[in-house]
């Protein structure tokens, strides 16, 4: 089966780095995407990556990708008191999207 | 317009009533989900749906009945309703044949049983 395990909570300070990570099983793993919950809202995908990609920049995003060990993580710079919310990096194999178990980004001042 | 919209955003029902919520997109997609996400905000893929027929079913008890009636619409159906169902839903879309079939997702709905 396919498993995706990131940590629940992460604390930063407002102008510090975030770095959210995210391990999964599925070696299938065709995308690999970084979607943001914010308080009673829907899913609002921020970024993805192409299996065969190691990294992808896109403004204060930065994803990483370690194929070899299965691992993703997603680097916010300069994290703003908008960036708390839930973060979800989610697999694709095939026509199936996986999520993980959510990792909460509280920002404090 | 609303790409993926779904109704009722709140749903408060009774243990053993019989409910639907509905989803439509209008991106012309191909693929629709349904996912729960529980209170600890675990999110779980229930069916997957591709040009109207059933790809994915996942694990999920009987008592829940997805329907496609077309390309655009995912309805769900749930018989019996338990306290375990309480959950927010979400339903979502995917271009099957993108080349970055990135899944775009609905309010979601809140489901109360009580």
């Known amino acids: 089966g396919e498993d995706v395990e990131q940590s629940l909570f992460l604390s930063v300070r407002e102008g510090d780095s975030s770095v959210i990570n995210c391990t999964y099983t599925?070696?299938?793993?065709?995308?690999l995407y970084w979607y943001k919950q914010e308080p009673g809202a829907g899913l609002q995908l921020l970024t993805y990556?192409?299996?065969?990609?190691d990294m992808k920049q896109d403004q204060r995003l930065t994803v990483l990708l370690n194929k070899k060990d299965k691992h993703l993580s997603l680097r916010i710079a300069d994290t703003q008191t908008g960036d708390s919310a839930i973060y979800f990096c989610?697999?694709?194999?095939?026509?199936?999207?996986?999520f993980g178990t959510g990792t909460r980004l509280q920002v404090t001042l | 317009d609303t790409a993926v919209s779904q109704t009722p955003k709140y749903l408060v029902t009774q243990m053993g009533n019989d409910k639907s919520i509905k989803c439509e997109q209008n991106?012309?997609?191909?693929?629709m989900y349904w996912y729960k996400q529980d209170s600890k905000k675990f999110l779980k893929i229930m069916f997957s749906?591709?040009?109207?027929?059933?790809?994915i079913n996942e694990t999920v008890p009987n008592r829940f009945s997805p329907k496609s009636p077309d390309k655009a619409h995912l309805n769900l159906h749930i018989n019996s309703l338990e306290l375990g169902d309480s959950a927010v839903y979400f339903c979502?879309?995917?271009?099957?044949?993108?080349?970055?079939?990135?899944?775009?997702f609905g309010q979601g709905t809140r489901l109360t049983v009580v």
């Open positions: 979502a879309s995917s271009p099957r044949l993108a080349p970055v079939a990135e899944a775009f």
């Open positions: 599925d070696s299938s793993s065709t995308y």
């Open positions: 990556i192409f299996s065969n990609m």
């Open positions: 989610a697999e694709r194999a095939a026509s199936k999207l996986t």
């Open positions: 991106l012309g997609h191909d693929t």
């Open positions: 749906y591709n040009n109207k027929e059933l790809i």
